[in-house]
């Protein structure tokens, strides 16, 4: 009989990730849920366990706006599976003005980026042979980063510009992984423009909830499910995906020396105390 497989999902609370982890239960998969919000997360373990016929879900509450609760997270993932075989970097958030974490650290930079990035990196060994799917967006042809610097100005901050870039830098991620961890198969997803809650505590929860353009979360999860599933030959390492084939992003952002200093930059910042 077949070992289930671990599957690891970061906000899974609601939206893409909690249906993509109904889905998984539902094949026979072993799923860790991790969210933010203690009450929206113990809801979802609910729902899980029912999707897999009462199989108890694992679940981890922490907040990437803390790099100590990543860190926290990954101790007990450590601790508690001797094999992770997919880590879906799912957690997402937008915030329309600038603030700063508790680690020093542009908000949008570090949810979306630097803390999937720590949690990828601390996890990496236990990740031999299995698959990270980041979650991104198709990049939009404004969207711009510096390689070289992360955090953004307040004064210049823009919320949606600073959401595009840490999704830019979630593909370049992808892009360097490829190339440091080739036993791992790394990916980035477009999942469309869902219905979710990433925009709940802004002005955009309306466009997020109600526009007639929106596709379902489960619609998308199953783009998510396929590039964990999916034989690796059929795959591209290091390659952003929407429904079907590679999405090819513009090559002045999205190129190989771009990847590795975003890189460098990103351990640079992890390693520097608070600001």
């Known amino acids: 009989m077949t070992e289930p497989r671990t599957i690891v999902i970061t906000g899974a609370s609601s939206g893409i990730g909690l249906a ?28 899980v366990r029912a999707a897999g016929h009462e199989t108890e879900p694992g679940h981890f509450q922490a907040d990437f706006e803390r790099l100590a609760d990543i860190r926290a997270l990954a101790n007990h993932l450590l601790s508690t599976y001797p094999a992770i075989d997919v880590l879906a970097n799912n957690a997402g958030m937008v915030a329309m003005s600038h603030r700063r974490t508790v680690d020093g650290h542009e908000a949008t930079i570090q949810a979306n980026h630097l803390g999937p990035f720590l949690l990828s990196k601390l996890l990496r060994e236990r990740l031999r042979g299995g698959r990270i799917v980041n979650t991104s967006v198709r990049p939009a042809r404004n969207a711009r980063l510096d ?37 791992i198969l ?19 929860r309306f466009v997020f909830r109600y526009a007639p353009f929106l596709i ?14 999916a034989p690796a030959d059929e795959l591209a390492n290091g390659a952003l995906y ?23 930059t990103s351990e640079a910042a992890l390693a520097a105390p608070a600001a």
């Open 147 to 183: 390689p070289d610097r992360l955090d953004r100005d307040e004064q210049r901050y823009q919320g949606i510009a600073a959401y595009q870039a840490s999704k830019a830098a979630n593909v370049l991620f992808a892009m360097e992984a490829a190339q440091r961890w080739p036993d």
């Open 242 to 264: 929407g429904p079907d084939s590679p999405i090819r992003p513009d090559p002045r952002l999205f190129n190989a020396d771009n990847a590795a200093r975003l890189w460098a």
């Open 20 to 47: 993509a982890a109904e889905q998984f239960a539902a094949r026979g998969d072993r799923v860790v849920l991790v969210g933010r919000d203690e009450r929206r997360l113990a809801v979802a373990v609910d729902r």
């Open 186 to 204: 790394s990916l980035s997803l477009h999942p469309g423009v869902v219905r979710t809650d990433i925009g709940r505590d802004t002005a955009l």
């Open 216 to 229: 379902s979360p489960e619609k998308s999860a199953r783009r998510m499910v396929r590039l964990a599933t």
